[in-house]
């Protein structure tokens, strides 16, 4: 999973001041889970799943939804948005059911269940402020019902599971409007148009493959073998998949030359689900990985540029836990709870090492400078600096659901990527640059694979083996201890030094604090009054009070101040700019240049040309 905190933290802080045809009779089966997911009678935003049962030979069984599913770190509870649930017989009696908590129900008679029948409630309706509430499900794990538009079904917002039955097939049949088609990864067995129908060995494959039923926009390339597929969902229809393709097509391909041999699925997809940001419509953006699919959830109002920048940060993160968890993961995942979870103590390697891969695959392809990945690693690692250093990584990994360590979920993108680093630089070191973490990576991934999970405290000892001592050393000091990574002996190795630079900043924000607010009713931006504007606005003139109505032509208000804002972070020192402001209730033309703001940082470069070589073998090899 990768969260986008994008700049909408500053609008944030401005909006402040009919009968379903089921296979039942065709394909009943007392070994395998039957629903049904009808998707054209759709009632208040809620759609009708039917669940036939399998033979239970208890008096009681219960049926819950997940209050947690891989990937997502966060305890919610998808039980709270099924309504009406109920038990039949083969009589059509209603059986005696129970809630035992948010998301289990007991059902009584169990020997004479026929199937259970819910309603469901979508999650995008429920979100609030900017999506990072901590009562909001992570938009990319959530569900949207909007009848005869779209349909994201991350099925463990959808189906349920019988006690003990997890591992019996799952054949879902889905009804839906004709002009609609549902991307996915899965095989469509039925060849009705109106009606899909997908199987799946078992509850844990069903939940780790969304469908997302739009009016059909997608393209397909194959990659070395893997054929991959792009849905989107623009409401407007302002973005495309033809649009975007040629940016995911080489930025999948870098990737797939990168892994080399590690392959671990034929097919993979990634759905777009674009957002109108409207009161009712998905506001938490960023991605959740799936075994063979990414859910991908981001504001159609972002330029094309950003949309494409974001995408490619938050799909080859995705993309590359087709190497771990997929590949390489611990029973806990494996087996997941979905209910009771153990989490497991490698969320370094899960999310961390992922994250490291994300941003090094892409200096070793050439889509970005020396200059820009230094620029990343100086970042990850001030990120890294202001959480809590001495705090052990497995320890808060274990824990992660829970308070003080869920706090310091997000760490695991900034030092969980730095702990691969690290590893990943001691092996170049020891190997005189022949090795490194990803082969490392593609070892664990042969002794493992998809289907043999590893014991927790297994790994760190299966590590060193195929490594060196020195990384065992360092992953008990540092991952498992509490001492903190002095990451200037570590980049030293590779003649990484510090180094003072000048950071250009951007012009409508310092810090959190914003330069602009907007009037609530006339939606109009105006420059703060009475604060000390950076050198952008005294370059232009411009003064606080004044409104800003246009800039290089296209007007803006609060229906658009997002797309303004993520403009402004292309602009250049020097480029020719043009404010329409009103000042004093008359219009005016301010002509001139961008002057950036800029603020002094810590950042690194290569200063040792001594380590050229194993730089170039940890940044080129």
């Keep these: 999973m990768k969260r986008i905190f994008i700049m909408l933290a500053t609008v944030s802080v401005l909006w402040s001041c009919k009968t379903v045809r089921t296979a039942e009779s065709t394909n009943k089966d007392a070994q395998s889970i039957n629903v049904t997911i009808n998707l054209n009678d759709v009632v208040d935003d809620k759609v009708m799943v039917r669940v036939t049962a399998p033979k239970f030979t208890t008096e009681e069984v219960t049926y819950s939804m997940p209050k947690i599913v891989p990937g997502t770190y966060s305890i919610d509870d998808y039980g709270k948005y099924i309504i009406d649930f109920k038990a039949i017989d083969n009589k059509g009696n209603l059986l005696p059911t129970s809630k035992s908590d948010d998301n289990t129900w007991l059902i009584k008679n169990a020997k004479n269940l026929a199937q259970v029948t819910y309603l469901v409630d979508d999650t995008f309706d429920t979100e609030k402020g900017n999506g990072f509430g901590t009562d909001d499900i992570f938009s990319p794990a959530g569900t949207n019902i909007d009848a005869g538009k779209n349909f994201m079904l991350n099925m463990h917002g959808f189906v349920g599971y019988f006690k003990d039955k997890k591992k019996l097939p799952y054949h879902v049949t889905i009804s839906h409007p004709e002009t609609l088609w549902g991307a996915t990864s899965m095989t469509d067995l039925d060849s009705n148009t109106t009606i899909d129908l997908f199987k799946t060995s078992r509850y844990a494959e069903l939940v780790e493959n969304p469908v997302m039923y739009s009016k059909p926009d997608y393209t397909t390339f194959t990659i070395d073998g893997m054929e991959i597929l792009i849905g989107v969902y623009s409401p407007t229809g302002k973005v495309t998949a033809e649009s975007i393709t040629p940016e995911m097509k080489k930025m999948m391909t870098a990737q797939k030359t990168f892994l080399g041999k590690i392959n671990a699925t034929k097919k993979y997809s990634v759905l777009l689900y674009l957002s109108s940001m409207t009161n009712t419509d998905a506001k938490g953006f960023g991605a959740l990985e799936h075994p063979t699919a990414t859910t991908v959830v981001l504001p159609e ?8 920048k974001s995408m490619i940060d938050v799909v080859s993160h995705e993309f590359f836990h087709i190497v771990t968890p997929l590949s390489i993961h611990s029973k806990e995942i494996h087996d997941f709870d979905y209910n009771s979870p153990k989490m497991s103590q490698h969320l370094w390697m899960y999310e961390g090492v992922t994250e490291y891969f994300a941003n090094l695959f892409q200096i070793n392809q050439g889509l970005i400078t020396e200059e820009d990945f230094y620029n990343r690693i100086a970042d990850k690692i001030e990120n890294a600096n202001a ?3 001495t705090m052990s990584f497995t320890t808060m990994s274990t824990n992660v659901l829970t308070e003080p360590y869920k706090a310091q979920y997000l760490n695991v993108y900034e030092k969980g990527a730095l702990i691969g680093m690290c590893i990943d630089l001691i092996i170049r070191e020891k190997s005189n640059g022949e090795r490194g973490i990803l082969d490392l990576m593609q070892k664990l991934s042969t002794e493992y694979g998809a289907l043999k999970p590893f014991n927790d405290d297994e790994l760190f000892p299966k590590i060193t083996s195929l490594t060196y001592p020195e990384v065992g050393s360092f992953l008990q ?24 630079i000048k950071e250009a900043t951007n012009v409508f924000l310092k810090g959190q604090v914003p330069y602009i607010t907007v009037d609530q009713q006339t939606k109009e931006i105006m420059v703060i009054p009475n604060m000390e504007l950076n050198d952008f606005y005294k370059n232009l003139d411009l003064k606080g009070g004044d409104i800003i109505v246009a800039i290089n032509d296209t007007q803006y208000s609060l229906d658009n101040i997002y797309e303004m804002i993520t403009i402004s972070q292309n602009w250049k020192e020097n480029d020719a700019i043009t404010v329409k402001i009103k000042r004093n209730g008359k219009d005016q033309i301010l002509s001139g240049k961008v002057k950036l703001p800029y603020e002094d940082k810590e950042g690194l470069k290569f200063s040792d040309t001594s380590k050229n070589s194993l730089k170039e073998a940890w940044l080129k090899a």
């Design 387 to 389: 959480m809590n250093d």
């Design 301 to 308: 109002m972002m330029p094309k540029e950003e949309l494409v």
């Design 477 to 500: 000091t540092y991952v498992a201890g509490s001492t903190p990574i002095p990451y200037d002996m570590f980049l030293a190795k590779v003649g990484i030094t510090k180094s003072l």
